[in-house]
């Protein structure tokens, strides 16, 4: 009776104890971490807005590279959901939600540790004017409840995600610095666009649909201009009417140059005047393309451009007769009111 007495009293007195230490232990935590990246606010909110960009600058990404990945909702808007499912000894499972967006200055999301062990917390990233460029500031906090916030004695948050919120601000800083090494390269020229008349296919199609849709489109076009007997006279071109990130559609049209004018079921002709357009080369394989693309919408940014449609590619290499992507020439037209 006496031994079980004592006993009694050590355990009544060891939960007195953890429930003084869990009284007196912190139950909140906030990890942050800034970088400066040299390039303008614009270009590195693009990177940071949209989930589907944010495995390229993820350090957790970079140590698990085989994580799968799906993106709900429309990115880059609130609501939207990263999800994923990683090693179970590196990655596990979570998801973050975005919890709003400040146009240019923050996104803010709600992230949901899943797998090993289950977690909430609220994460950040916010960018602000710096001399050199772009301050960005990454950072995430939560509370830990009773009675494993008696842990955050012995162990500091702050510590075991320091190293990777640094890792990531500086994946984040390699890609938006090469981006606009890149962006900086090109020559826009001011340019007399000529009068053109086109044999078109026109359809609004998801991005992931366009290689298929421009390959069937331009040997449709070519048959009808061979039944027809209508000549090319120039190189074949894709105009784009719109552009919607967020639904990941555009409304654009495969056209090929001709003269006079050609109609058949699911082929019409178009006719641009004569005007003044602002012109990039760009050499190199299609992937690049929204480099010059983005050089563009920047130029007409920063001089208060407003740009009219459509915007024109214009494939002058032919890739079936040249393998060397490098040496493939696209012409990209934008016109302005």
Known sequence: MKLAKILGIIIIGLILLVIIIGLI???????????VINVPRELVFEHVVYWKNWNAWSPWAENDP????????????????YKWVGDPKKTGEGEMTNTGVKEKEEISYHLHFIKPWESHSDGY?????????????WGFYGETPFPWNIFMLFMSMDKMMSK???????LLKNIC????????????????FPAHSFATIEKEIGFDEMTDFFRESYSTILQVMNQKKVRMIGAPVALYYTWDEQSRKSKLAAGIPIFGSLQSEGVKTIRLSMASAYTIDYHGAYEGLK?????LNKYFQTRGLRLKPPVIEEYITDPMVEPDTAKWLTKIYYFSD
């Open 25 to 35: 232990a912190p139950k909140k935590y906030q990890v942050e971490r800034s970088m």
């Open 66 to 81: 085989q994580m799968k990945v799906t993106i709900l909702g429309v990115d880059g808007q609130e609501g939207s959901t």
């Open 125 to 137: 990233v916010r960018l602000s004017e710096a001399d050199e460029g772009t301050k960005v500031t």
């Open 164 to 170: 990777d919120f640094n890792r990531g601000l500086e």
């Open 177 to 192: 610095e090469k981006e606009f090494q890149t962006l900086s390269s090109f020559e826009i020229k001011k340019v007399i």
């Open 291 to 295: 480099y010059a693309h983005q050089a």
